[in-house]
C-alpha cells in the first residue's frame, strides 16, 4: 500500500507571496491533519479534514487555510507569507482520526526569504 | 499551553545498552499516548502506542511504560542499535471523550547512539 505523498518537497518563496502544498493520503483513509514543525517547537497542529469537512483547527492565522476533495486529497494555502513561516510542513492522514495514529508524509520544506 | 512535555532535548547512549526516553503530560483526561521516531528529511513513523487501561505495551526491542497517577510515560529501546538514532515524539489525545480531537506532542527528545 501506498504512503502518504506530499508534493512539492522543496519550495522557496519570498515574502507575501503565497503557497499550496498538496499531500495524498493513504488509500482509504479519509483523515488528512496538517502539522508545521519548527526547530525546537515540535509538530504544531494546523487543521484537520475528515471527508471534505474541517473537523479541527489548531491556534494559527487565518492565512493557513486548507481543503480536501472527494478522493481524499489535501492541500493546505498560506497566504502573504512571512519569515516566520519558513518550516518542515507534515501531512499526516488516519483511518479514523486526528487523534488516533497517524502516519505522516516525507513533507514539504518551505523556505521563505 | 504545552500538554505535552519531553524535558530533555536529548540522550546520548551507547550501542548495545537501553535506552529510556521520557514524557509527561498535564491533562488527565488524555487516554491514548504513542511514541513517534523521526529521521532528518523524513516525517515521523509510527513506533508504538499504549491505551491508559495498559501500564505496558511491548513491541520487540520497544516498550512503553504509563504510570497514569504520576501523568508520565516512557519509551525503553533495548538493545539500542545505531539506526535508533533519530528525534523521538511522544504524542497524547483523548480517543474516547473526544472523537474529533488530535494528537498532541511533545517538543520530541534526539537520541545518539554511539559505538
Known amino acids: 500500500k501506498a504512503g502518504v505523498t506530499q508534493t512539492p518537497r522543496y519550495l522557496i518563496k519570498t515574502r507575501g507571496q503565497q503557497v499550496t502544498l498538496s499531500c495524498s493520503p493513504i488509500s482509504g483513509h479519509r483523515s488528512v491533519s496538517w502539522y508545521q514543525q519548527t526547530p525546537g517547537q515540535g509538530l504544531q497542529f494546523l487543521f484537520e479534514?475528515?471527508?471534505?469537512?474541517?473537523?479541527n483547527k489548531g491556534n494559527f492565522p487565518g492565512r493557513f487555510s486548507g481543503r480536501q476533495f472527494s478522493n481524499s486529497r489535501s492541500e493546505m494555502n498560506v497566504s502573504t507569507l512571512e519569515l516566520g513561516d519558513s518550516a518542515l510542513y507534515l501531512c499526516?492522514?488516519?483511518?479514523?482520526?486526528?487523534?488516533?495514529?497517524?502516519?505522516f508524509g516525507p513533507g514539504t520544506r518551505l523556505t521563505v526569504t | 499551553d504545552q500538554q505535552v512535555k519531553q524535558n530533555s532535548p536529548s540522550l546520548s547512549v551507547q550501542e548495545g545498552r537501553i535506552s529510556i526516553l521520557n514524557c509527561d503530560y498535564t491533562n488527565s483526561m488524555f487516554d491514548y499516548f504513542l511514541w513517534y521516531k523521526k529521521y532528518p528529511a523524513e516525517g515521523p513513523t509510527f513506533l508504538i502506542s499504549?491505551?491508559?487501561?495498559?501500564d505496558k505495551n511491548e513491541d520487540g526491542r520497544f516498550t512503553v511504560f504509563l504510570n497514569k497517577s504520576a501523568k508520565h510515560l516512557s519509551l525503553h529501546i533495548v538493545p539500542s542499535q545505531p539506526g535508533d538514532s533519530a528525534v523521538y515524539f511522544c504524542?497524547?489525545?483523548?480517543?474516547?471523550?473526544?472523537?474529533?480531537?488530535?494528537?498532541?506532542f511533545g517538543a520530541g527528545t534526539q537520541v545518539v547512539v554511539t559505538p
Open positions: 504524542a497524547a489525545s483523548r480517543r474516547t471523550t473526544d472523537s474529533w480531537g488530535k494528537l498532541q
Open positions: 499526516a492522514s488516519s483511518l479514523k482520526g486526528a487523534n488516533y495514529e497517524q502516519y
Open positions: 499504549i491505551s491508559s487501561i495498559k
Open positions: 479534514y475528515f471527508s471534505e469537512t474541517q473537523r
